[in-house]
């Protein structure tokens, strides 16, 4: 025990003083991250940060190319749906358009990265390796706000719906929506202005390259997707939701219940596939000053930002289902843009019609309070 506490003592003193001389190859593993090998002469040790295993190079491909499927038939729908058929014409439409919009510029990188994770190299020049990292981070940014003004906005229709008459109205909601999308332009910057391609050991990268190779901008990046895009969200969504459902215990309709479940699964979905990036970059910054330092968990700390970052993207398919496709008027608007633009594949065209208008005046007939309503 006394060798091994000596042993680490030195690699530990070593990683230092090596740092400091600049004795450090970058490498990286991913479009996301930058990390280093590390050698120490002394000790015979060398660190390979970048040994990802086998399987991720199978993985990650096919993965990714069913999230792209799969959130761009979503979003693209709701997106269709909102502008042709039903009109954004309340708060609540605005903000879910723009939630499918920036799903739809999150789910934009997907095709690079499927590209990226097979050569493992970055075949689309300098402005591209820019503009897909910005388009990441602003939908991952945006995303985070719509979800969590979404949740403001419900708060106000159940909790202040006095107040809410006076303050949700579409002119609000597009001017929110443009403030938010600011927001989120300014905190990619950084991103925009690191991330380069860059030729490293023979093969070329897209990676954030800090001034001075400082990795100060690194943590500070780190430290503002954690604040930004989940401590903030998450502190209002546990407010909203809770004060949503002291409302909601109140109600004795017959949805009262349902509304209930997705008020957690809104919560919880959030949450489970948020969360795990959040932390592998909270100890991503304490890597980098340094906190954490041995060879064996920053190995662990790749793979995991692998794994966190392609789970964090299966949220952008879950959106659409979540917000739209549960809500009764949505689907009702989704049932008539399908029966005039897919009129062709009914063989009983008006028999099919007149099942539908008789389902939709069903949830017409069936109108919840204005609460639940609200929720669903």
Same mark, same amino acid.
């Given at each position: 025990?006394?060798?091994?506490?000596?042993?680490?003592?030195?690699?530990?003193?070593?990683?230092?003083?090596?740092?400091?001389?600049?004795?450090?190859?970058?490498?990286?593993?991913?479009?996301?991250?930058?990390?280093?090998?590390?050698?120490?002469?002394?000790?015979?040790?060398?660190?390979?940060?970048?040994?990802?295993?086998?399987?991720?190079?199978?993985?990650?491909?096919?993965?990714?190319?069913?999230?792209?499927?799969?959130?761009?038939?979503?979003?693209?729908?709701?997106?269709?749906?909102?502008?042709?058929?039903?009109?954004?014409?309340?708060?609540?439409?605005?903000?879910?358009?723009?939630?499918?919009?920036?799903?739809?510029?999150?789910?934009?990188?997907?095709?690079?990265?499927?590209?990226?994770?097979?050569? &493992? $190299?970055?075949?689309?020049?300098?402005?591209?390796?820019?503009? @897909?990292?910005?388009?990441? %981070? /602003?939908? =991952?940014?945006?995303?985070?706000?719509?979800?969590?003004?979404?949740?403001?906005?419900?708060?106000?229709?159940?909790?202040?719906?006095?107040?809410?008459?006076?303050?949700?109205?579409?002119?609000?909601?597009?001017?929110?929506?443009?403030?938010?999308?600011?927001?989120?332009?300014?905190?990619?910057?950084?991103?925009?202005?690191?991330?380069?391609?860059?030729?490293?050991?023979?093969?070329?990268?897209?990676?954030?390259?800090?001034?001075?190779?400082?990795?100060?901008?690194?943590?500070?990046?780190?430290?503002?997707?954690?604040?930004?895009?989940?401590?903030?969200?998450?502190?209002?969504?546990?407010?909203?939701?809770?004060?949503?459902?002291?409302?909601?215990?109140?109600?004795? &309709? $017959?949805?009262?219940?349902?509304?209930?479940?997705?008020?957690? @699964?809104?919560?919880?979905? %959030? /949450?489970? =596939?948020?969360?795990?990036?959040?932390?592998?970059?909270?100890?991503?910054?304490?890597?980098?000053?340094?906190?954490?330092?041995?060879?064996?968990?920053?190995?662990?700390?790749?793979?995991?930002?692998?794994?966190?970052?392609?789970?964090?993207?299966?949220?952008?398919?879950?959106?659409?289902?979540?917000?739209?496709?549960?809500?009764?008027?949505?689907?009702?608007?989704?049932?008539?843009?399908?029966?005039?633009?897919?009129?062709?594949?009914?063989?009983?065209?008006?028999?099919?019609?007149?099942?539908?208008?008789?389902?939709?005046?069903?949830?017409?007939?069936?109108?919840?309070?204005?609460?639940?309503?609200?929720?669903?």
């Amino acid at each position: 025990m006394y060798t091994k506490r000596v042993i680490w003592y030195l690699s530990l003193m070593n990683f230092i003083v090596l740092e400091q001389v600049g004795y450090m190859s970058p490498t990286s593993n991913s479009s996301a991250t930058h990390e280093y090998n590390f050698y120490y002469p002394e000790l015979d040790i060398s660190c390979d940060l970048d040994n990802i295993p086998a399987f991720a190079s199978t993985f990650f491909p096919v993965l990714y190319s069913l999230l792209f499927v799969t959130g761009l038939m979503g979003n693209a729908l709701v997106v269709w749906v909102l502008t042709v058929f039903k009109k954004v014409r309340a708060m609540t439409d605005v903000y879910l358009l723009n939630l499918a919009i920036s799903d739809l510029l999150f789910v934009f990188s997907l095709p690079f990265l499927v590209q990226y994770s097979i050569t &493992t $190299q970055w075949t689309f020049g300098n402005a591209m390796c820019k503009i @897909i990292s910005s388009a990441y %981070f /602003i939908g =991952f940014y945006s995303s985070a706000f719509f979800i969590t003004i979404m949740s403001i906005d419900r708060y106000l229709a159940i909790v202040q719906s006095v107040y809410a008459l006076q303050v949700r109205t579409t002119a609000r909601g597009v001017i929110t929506s443009l403030v938010l999308w600011a927001v989120a332009i300014l905190a990619s910057a950084p991103d925009f202005v690191f991330f380069q391609e860059t030729n490293d050991n023979n093969q070329t990268k897209c990676l954030p390259h800090y001034p001075d190779g400082s990795n100060g901008w690194r943590t500070f990046s780190n430290f503002e997707v954690n604040v930004l895009g989940w401590l903030i969200p998450v502190g209002v969504l546990i407010f909203c939701y809770h004060s949503i459902l002291k409302n909601l215990q109140k109600c004795h &309709t $017959q949805n009262k219940y349902r509304a209930i479940k997705l008020v957690f @699964i809104v919560v919880i979905v %959030f /949450i489970l =596939f948020w969360t795990p990036i959040n932390v592998v970059l909270f100890l991503d910054s304490l890597k980098n000053m340094h906190i954490i330092s041995d060879c064996l968990t920053s190995q662990r700390l790749d793979l995991a930002m692998e794994l966190a970052e392609a789970l964090s993207f299966v949220h952008c398919c879950l959106n659409p289902v979540i917000y739209a496709f549960v809500s009764e008027k949505f689907k009702k608007h989704l049932h008539e843009a399908f029966r005039k633009h897919a009129h062709f594949l009914l063989f009983c065209k008006d028999y099919s019609g007149r099942r539908l208008d008789k389902h939709s005046s069903l949830h017409a007939a069936s109108s919840q309070s204005s609460s639940v309503g609200a929720v669903l």
